[in-house]
């Protein structure tokens, strides 16, 4: 029994130590050239501009629900008025960041777990090493920028189209026109409000690329490691982005503190 314990916590340690030197490898390559200008581009279209119509219709989705919640809690204090604001500052401070970090570690996660776990149980990695490619930089490194970049303009998309799906109930509950909807739904958030929640997702978008990239890339036992690494990729990145959401509320409350209000 201790010697199970034993070895699983050592495979547990060689796991953690493999994944951190792997992320700072990445970070470091991320900032080095040559760029991969050409495959960056592929990849974001790839990871970001297909992503598109899964966020703006979750955020829709997402905008109507929330907006019906708010209004049967703030109808028991008479302000219904402050659903607008209130479903604002929600999509854009915390819900929006992390439902779209959350969705995309499910699409983009699974995507690059399975992709590169085939590349490695094909030897294309292999072959690309052989002909003198940087395998790494090339295969790693472009999805990490595109994930980097992409995270938080599909975060945008998401705040907007929550907010319209939001508007979509309001105006069936009471009429209430778009402009004035807007308005009020602007008129209490701040830049200090929506900067700080946005960039994170920049740390969201490089821990999915570099978990997902981790698991395909040592990807073994053929094409079912190729399973075991897309579903891996999706739920240690999902688990990593909830605690790393954690830490990064509190560093943006100590900075920011205008934020917390």
């Known amino acids: 029994m201790l010697d199970r314990i034993g070895i699983s916590t050592i495979a547990l340690l060689e796991g953690v130590g493999g994944v951190s030197l792997f992320g700072v490898k990445a970070a ?24 598109v119509p899964l966020i703006a219709v979750s955020g829709l989705a997402v905008g109507v629900v929330l907006s019906m919640h708010t209004r049967s809690s703030l109808e028991r204090f008479g302000a219904e008025s402050m659903i607008p604001a209130g479903l604002a500052l929600a999509l854009v401070k915390e819900t929006g960041p992390l439902t779209a970090a959350l969705l995309l570690s499910g699409r983009i996660g699974a995507g690059i777990g399975a992709e590169l776990g085939a590349m490695r149980v094909t030897e294309q990695i292999d072959a690309l090493e052989a002909t003198a490619v940087d395998a790494f930089r090339y295969l790693v490194v472009t999805r990490v920028i595109a994930c980097m970049i992409a995270l938080p303009l599909l975060t945008a998309v998401m705040n907007f189209s929550g907010m319209l799906g939001g508007y979509i109930a309001e105006a069936a509950a009471t009429g209430m026109s778009l402009r004035l909807y807007f308005t009020r739904a602007f008129e209490m958030i701040d830049v200090v409000d929506y900067v700080p929640a946005t960039l994170k997702t920049v740390v969201f978008g490089f821990i999915i690329a570099t978990m997902s990239s981790y698991l395909g890339f040592n990807t073994e036992s053929g094409t079912e490691g190729v399973g075991r690494a897309s579903t891996r990729s999706v739920v240690l990145s999902s688990m990593l982005i909830i605690v790393s959401n954690v830490i990064l509320v509190r560093l943006i409350f100590f900075f920011f503190p205008d934020s917390q209000g």
Do not use: A, C, D, K
């Open 28 to 51: 470091r390559e991320v900032f080095l050239p040559p760029f991969e200008i050409r495959e960056t581009i592929r990849q974001l279209y790839e990871l970001g501009v297909r992503s």
